[in-house]
């Protein structure tokens, strides 16, 4: 029975990665968009692991960012990310010893909703499945993003998003994070 769950999330996560590669091939005015992050856990996550780090990729069947004032503008459209957060652990005393949490990994791959609402201004809402790597165990995972995304010129921006994972049998883990963008 175990397998068979193991073997539907692996065909999930095959499934979505083969439409986010497909979308490369449709690569034509800024629809490629790369992010690095800095990721600060909040709430009890927080009180275990330290501030981290991510990469993502995106792809917008919608053009990030400014764009020529001329042309009709897209203002919504599909959006398919993948990311690769890692978080580093702490060292806290529990009952006077002393644990060291381990660093934990994330491997999200989502779908959603973009939307332009201004000329610079991206707000998007994605969610899906995402694997996470703890003490070498690997689980599946759900969650959920909302970002937003200022462009400060044709290539570069700033963003902010909130991000909740949800691990069967725990508590949801939040994250806050500020984000360097650039789209191509």
């Not at 193991?6 to 091939?25: D, H, N, P, R």
């Not at 981290?52 to 069947?61: D, K, L, V």
């Not at 060292?91 to 201004?118: H, I, M, P």
């Amino acid at each position: 029975m175990l397998m068979h769950y193991k073997m539907k999330y692996f065909l999930i996560l095959t499934f979505c990665s083969v439409i986010f590669i497909e979308a490369g091939a449709q690569n034509n005015h800024h629809h490629w968009k790369a992010e690095a992050a800095l990721q600060f856990p909040v709430g009890l996550f927080g009180e275990t692991h330290f501030p981290g780090a991510s990469i993502a990729m995106e792809y917008g069947r919608i053009p990030f960012g400014q764009t020529d004032s001329t042309r009709p503008r897209q203002k919504t459209g599909l959006l398919l990310r993948g990311a690769l957060h890692h978080y580093l652990g702490r060292q806290v005393t529990v009952s006077n010893a002393d644990f060291k949490y381990r660093g934990y990994s994330v491997f999200e791959l989502y779908t959603g909703l973009a939307w332009n609402c201004r000329r610079n201004l991206q707000v998007a809402i994605s969610g899906g499945p995402a694997l996470s790597y703890y003490r070498s165990n690997i689980r599946f995972n759900l969650g959920a993003r909302a970002a937003a995304n200022y462009f400060l010129n044709s290539k570069w921006g700033i963003g902010s998003a909130i991000s909740v994972l949800k691990e069967n049998g725990a508590d949801p883990l939040a994250a806050l994070s500020i984000t360097g963008v650039y789209r191509f």
